[in-house]
Structures are given as C-alpha cells and as structure tokens.
Nanobody, 121 residues
Framework: EVQLVESGGGLVQPGGFLTLSCPSSGFPSSSYYMGWVRQAPGKALEWVSS????????YYADSVQGRFTISKDNAKNTLYLQMNSLKPEDTGVYYCAADPNRWVTTTPDYWGHGTQVTVSS
C-alpha cells in the first residue's frame, strides 16, 4: 500500500520560506511520478510541481516557477518542496501526490493527507 505523509506547513510572512517534506513507502517499482498539488480556500485544486522518480525531470506551474524547487532524496524515500519568496496567494493546503504511470497533475492515483501553508503578515 502506497503511503504519503506530508509535513512542514505553517504560518510564514510574505517573502519568507518553507520546506515541505513527504516521506513515502509502498511503491511497487523504482520508477514512478510524484508531485505537489494545492488547494486555496474556496478554490479548485491547483497543480504545483511534478518530478519523475527514476529518471529525473521536473515541471512547475507558472505561478511558482523560479520560487519553488521540487526534489527527492531517494535514500530517505522523501519528496521535498522548497518554497521561497512566498506570497499570500500561495496560501492553501498542500498535498503530496503520486502516480505509477503518468505525470502528477490534479488527478493522481495516490494522495497524502495535506499540510496547511498560510502566508500572511
């Protein structure tokens, strides 16, 4: 059974930074896709970033390009999202997600429980 558990959310001032972590387990192969999806209050799910585990390759939404960095520590089986220069519009629940066969967007096969990020002064 695939398990994803996010952590690292919190309250930060505009311009600040946070790092989200997502330890994972249960994948049947060493090649799969992971990513981050967020949901602002009262809004639809928004894809943030994706990475291919086992071959590299990363993608970012235009809204976070240049400010966020997705990475994976294979030794620790942990996915990260480094978020810099945070803006109030980055506020929302951030979900770690995974899919065995396709790039993560807003309909992946596996989801974490989410971690709240609030950017406010």
């Amino acid at each position: 059974e695939v398990q994803l558990v996010e952590s690292g959310g919190g309250l930060v001032q505009p311009g600040g930074f946070l790092t989200l972590s997502c330890p994972s387990s249960g994948f049947p192969s060493s090649s799969y896709y992971m990513g981050w999806v967020r949901q602002a209050p009262g809004k639809a799910l928004e894809w943030v970033s994706s990475i291919y585990i086992g071959g590299g390759g990363t993608y970012y939404a235009d809204s976070v390009q240049g400010r966020f960095t997705i990475s994976k520590d294979n030794a620790k089986n942990t996915l990260y999202l480094q978020m810099n220069s945070l803006k109030p519009e980055d506020t929302g629940v951030y979900y770690c997600a995974a899919d065995p066969n396709r790039w993560v967007t807003t309909t992946p096969d596996y989801w974490g429980h989410g971690t709240q990020v609030t950017v406010s002064s």
